[in-house]
Structure formats: structure tokens, C-alpha cells
Nanobody
Framework: QVQLVESGGDSVQPGGSLRLSCTAS????????MGWYRQAPGKQRELVAT???????NYADSVKGRFTISRDNTKSTVYLQMDRLKVEDTAVYYC?????????WGQGTQVTVSS
């Protein structure tokens, strides 16, 4: 069982920045593929970015060039640096960990972008 705890959500103005963190209780964090997803009110949960155990990254088209995902295996933590935030980035952001045999979700952290 892996527990994921997200933090860093806040309310910001358009054009602002936030950094989300997700710390895992996993003993072997480095073997997990990690991702950030988000869910806006009335919408389905969608992929934002992933960073594989290999370090390879992938982004949704809507966030390319604005968001950066990274991981620190020594701290069992994955980050999402969000710059040039837009109103449409408003959502609950969820951390996800995946390895063969199962996936795990965090409880989510709210990001609100408004003027």
C-alpha cells in the first residue's frame, strides 16, 4: 500500500505560479511511474503530466511550456511547477503512482486561478 500526500494548492491570479508537491510513503519510490491529474467541476479527471521511473516526462498539450514535472527519489517526492497559470487551470490536482500490480491516488489539492 502506498500513501500519497499532496500539498501546495492555493488561490492565485492569472499569470501566477504555484508548485505542487506529492510525497509518497513507498519504500521503493524510484520504481513508480508518477503523474499529476486534475479534475475541474463537472468535468472528467484528466492527465496533466507524467514522469516515469526512467525520468522520461510527458505533458498534456494544454500545459506544455507552462508546467514542469520533476521528481526527487531521495525525498520520495514528485513536483509540479505551474507557471503562467490560466483560469482554466482551476481544478483539484491529484497525484498518482503506478507500478505493475496497482495504482494509487492522493487525496487532491485545490488550485484556483481567478482575478
Amino acid at each position: 500500500q502506498v500513501q500519497l500526500v499532496e500539498s501546495g494548492g492555493d488561490s492565485v491570479q492569472p499569470g501566477g505560479s504555484l508548485r505542487l508537491s506529492c510525497t509518497a510513503s513507498a519504500r521503493s519510490f524510484s520504481i513508480y511511474d508518477m503523474g499529476w491529474y486534475r479534475q475541474a467541476p463537472g468535468k472528467q479527471r484528466e492527465l496533466v503530466a507524467t514522469v516515469l521511473s526512467s525520468g522520461s516526462t510527458n505533458y498534456a498539450d494544454s500545459v506544455k511550456g507552462r508546467f514542469t514535472i520533476s521528481r526527487d527519489n531521495t525525498k520520495s517526492t514528485v513536483y509540479l511547477q505551474m507557471d503562467r497559470l490560466k483560469v482554466e487551470d482551476t481544478a483539484v490536482y491529484y497525484c498518482h503512482a503506478f507500478f505493475v500490480g496497482g495504482g494509487y491516488w492522493g487525496q487532491g489539492t485545490q488550485v484556483t486561478v481567478s482575478s
